[in-house]
């Protein structure tokens, strides 16, 4: 049986430093994802008027996100 288990990150009133060392679209253009020097990955919602809102922050990494890459199915 596989199991989801969510994770939530919380902080103050400023969000993680977020150096951005690596970015890809989606191939739907609707999510933009980031790598980070810090190490963290980020994924943030584009709509179609071009407005980034952040979505997810991935944590785990302990080196630099220095490239991105899409999976295939």
Not at 24 to 40: C, I, L, N
Not at 41 to 70: M, N, P, Q, R
Request: with cysteine; net charge negative.
């Amino acid at each position: 049986t596989m199991r989801t288990v969510l994770a939530v990150a919380v902080w103050g009133q400023r969000a993680p430093s977020h150096s951005i060392t690596a970015i890809m679209v989606t191939d739907d253009q609707h999510t933009v994802v980031t790598g980070s020097q810090e190490g963290q990955i980020c994924l943030w919602d584009l709509s179609s008027d071009l407005k980034i809102s952040s979505k997810e922050i991935l944590f785990g990494h302990t080196a630099s996100v220095t490239c991105l890459a899409k999976a295939r199915e």
